[in-house]
């Protein structure tokens, strides 16, 4: 229902009826986060037991991972809604650069955005109609709350006292418990707000009916190019920032009109970034510690007493500050006694790099984009189907630790993301994670070091501008390896960390390798998912050795998981030891003891997802795949020699039929089929 333009009362009966909220802004974020239990979801994060607020990865383009940034803004969010020490502290996110800081808070203004532009969520205020007669104002006929006070605020300082406020809601026909949940998120009018309600109260000789008559009720704007509900102040030099710019400056316009200079509505607060969030709204701080000292001492002021000062006039807001740094200026700052008491009011959350390389993937889709790719002369650009795992294992990786004498960076890499990683588990991980945690230097914790986001983009970005890549009318994913080289020897800096990236570089050339392998095999039996058949063959073969009904024949039923069609299987044991072999199990110790567990997970895994693979068993593909290579294709000399050697025939229709495959059936081009197959052919990085 529209608000009346002249009613205060109506209002606040509409209000009565369920149809606004008056809230803190504390308590609409919180409400805006829970107001669906079934949006919170239990989750393992690297060994450890977390909580996925699904509200944050709905649309287009959503949060991935940060669990850690998610769950402790949250609890701040609800604490401060409960009325706990954070409402009055800023929430402050600390990393490197790249790591999602700026996107996340641009994405919460946005979700923030959409809920209260939902109509029962609306956010109003009220404007004063300056009467005929009244004088002072000149040509200003009326004049809106500055900081969109709302109007129930308006209400509890309309009569007088505190106590005389809760009255009035009581003859409005508020109950009780509600006027006093009302009455918790009391504070006084702005001061130009009580200047002016003052001044007509005066005219109209304290007769409140008559006053009632000049107030109008009117919608807060929702708009981030207004910077209204949500706001963004960035840092500036020194010499172009100014407090003007947060809390506003003297209006020569207004002084025109007003002739009363103790009328504190000569400054224009509207002019600063905080008054237009001050109803109910998010002020987003860019590099918050970057800013001149005496911003810093606005903030003070802003997020402990929730003020707006000018030349002591005093306007309350009610604005949740978020705020962003990088780690280097939170040290200087820490380092510096008399900048504490902004520091004291900040509850800092460390953000670090996503470590799981599965959602990197969904990050890299971000850095490459949705578009059209075109090459220089306006030819359509192929992406190669391993570009997006090349990438993200790269960075991936990068932003992993070394913990050699627990877990190799591609166990680390598989356990992050929830893979098997063989006979190590999570918590391997989990106590690396916690060991590091506990380092007083920020930046050598858990994912806290690493090629970032815009690294990553830089990547593509300069893979893109390869002749190669322009004349191929492809990214191939091996250019990719040159591309992030680049990036290291011109952006990184530290001797060690450009040696430690270099490293983790030719780790990921060795998976990539293992990928084409996988993808090789496909090639060559014609079926994108060979290899995948032939890992589940091989499990489905371990489970039934283990089965007590096992009869002479060696043929056994089973009901497939991901079907559900049941189905005989008779067991290879050549297959199985072969598989065995290539994996350098030589004992019947080793062999039961592998398969012991790879049945154990099978049946743990099938709990939570009935479509599992064991695709992520990167070392179990590779054996099965080097088993069904070396026996398919035997008698060929092998398909590696196969597909070198073209100078004859067969082998000359052996490699135009594996490419028409790649190329029809595995989404590659003829460019970066053809590549892949000289890839495959080459003996470096074989592992």
């Known amino acids: 229902m529209p608000v009346s333009q002249n009613g205060l009362d109506q209002y606040l009966q509409e209000l009565k009826n369920g149809e606004h909220h008056f809230e803190n802004v504390f308590e609409s974020l919180a409400r805006m986060i829970f107001d669906d239990p079934q949006d919170i979801k239990s989750v393992i994060v690297n060994g450890k037991n977390t909580y996925d607020f699904l509200k944050f990865r709905t649309g287009k383009k959503h949060i991935i991972g940060l669990y850690d940034v998610i769950n402790n803004f949250v609890a701040f969010i609800k604490d401060a809604a409960e009325n706990g020490e954070s409402k009055e502290m800023a929430f402050v996110l600390v990393g490197e650069p790249g790591n999602g800081k700026t996107f996340y808070v641009d994405y919460l203004s946005a979700m923030y955005r959409d809920f209260i532009s939902i109509p029962e969520n609306n956010k109003y205020t009220f404007k004063f109609m300056i009467p005929e007669g009244l004088e002072g104002y000149g040509g200003i006929k009326e004049i809106e709350s500055q900081t969109y006070e709302d109007p129930v605020i308006l209400a509890m300082n309309l009569i007088g006292t505190e106590d005389q406020g809760k009255e009035y809601f009581a003859q409005a026909g508020f109950k009780p418990k509600k006027i006093d949940t009302f009455f918790n998120n009391y504070r006084p009018l702005g001061a130009d707000t009580e200047f002016i309600f003052n001044d007509i109260k005066s005219f109209y000789d304290g007769d409140v009916e008559k006053l009632k008559e000049q107030i109008k009720i009117v919608k807060v704007p929702i708009s981030s190019t207004l910077g209204t509900i949500t706001g963004k102040y960035p840092a500036k030099d020194k010499l172009t920032s100014s407090g003007v710019d947060l809390v506003g400056e003297e209006s020569i316009q207004r002084l025109l009109h007003i002739t009363n200079t103790n009328n504190p509505y000569r400054f224009d607060l509207r002019r600063g970034a905080l008054a237009r969030v001050g109803g109910g709204g998010i002020h987003f701080a860019d590099e918050i510690f970057k800013n001149k000292t005496d911003l810093l001492k606005i903030y003070l002021g802003v997020i402990q007493n929730r003020v707006i000062e000018i030349d002591a006039f005093k306007w309350p807001i009610d604005t949740f500050i978020i705020a962003t740094s990088n780690n280097a200026d939170v040290q200087n700052y820490r380092t510096n006694g008399e900048e504490k008491p902004i520091l004291d009011r900040c509850k800092f959350c460390y953000v670090a790099h996503n470590t799981n390389y599965k959602l990197q993937m969904d990050l890299t889709n971000y850095a490459l984009g949705d578009g ?48 098997v990683a ?36 830089r990547m593509i970005n300069g893979q ?24 290291i020897l011109d952006y990184v800096q530290d001797t060690n960390e450009r040696a430690k990236y270099f490293e983790d570089l030719n780790i990921a050339k060795g998976l990539y390798r293992k990928r084409i392998r996988t993808e090789m095999f496909n090639a060559f039996m014609d079926e994108p998912a060979a290899i995948k058949k032939d890992v589940m063959m091989y499990v489905n073969m371990i489970v039934g050795m283990g089965r007590s009904d096992l009869g002479p024949d060696k043929i056994i039923t089973y009901r497939d998981p991901q079907t559900g069609n049941t189905q005989p299987i008779k067991i290879d044991e050549r297959f199985v030891n072969a598989v065995e072999n290539e994996l350098e199990m030589k004992t019947q110790e080793q062999k039961e003891s592998f398969r012991g567990q790879v049945r154990k997970i099978y049946a743990q895994k099938l709990q939570t997802d009935k479509n599992y693979d064991f695709m992520d068993n990167v070392e179990l593909v590779k054996a099965v795949t080097d088993t069904r290579l070396n026996s398919d294709i035997a008698s060929a000399g092998g398909l590696v020699g196969a597909l070198a050697n073209r100078t004859n025939e067969d082998n000359e229709k052996l490699y135009n039929r594996i490419v028409d495959t790649m190329v029809n059936k595995l989404n590659y081009c003829k460019t970066c089929a053809e590549k892949t197959i000289e890839f495959f052919c080459t003996q470096d990085h074989q592992t």
Do not use: W
């Open 422 to 457: 063989g006979e190590k588990s999570m918590k391997a991980l989990a106590e690396i994670v916690d060991e590091l945690e506990h380092e007083s230097d920020t930046t050598k914790r858990f994912g806290q070091k690493g090629l970032g986001q815009r690294d990553l983009a």
């Open 372 to 419: 059209t790719k075109t090459t220089f002369t306006g030819e359509e650009l192929h992406l190669d189907p391993n570009l997006k795992y090349v990438l993200s294992t790269i960075v991936t990786l990068s932003r992993l630790p070394r913990a050699e004498d627990k877990l190799t960076p591609i166990e680390m890499m598989k356990l992050a993301a929830g893979e």
């Open 464 to 487: 893109r501008g390869f002749p190669a890549t322009n004349e191929g009318k492809c990214m191939f994913s091996l250019d990719s390896f040159k591309s992030a080289e680049d990036v």
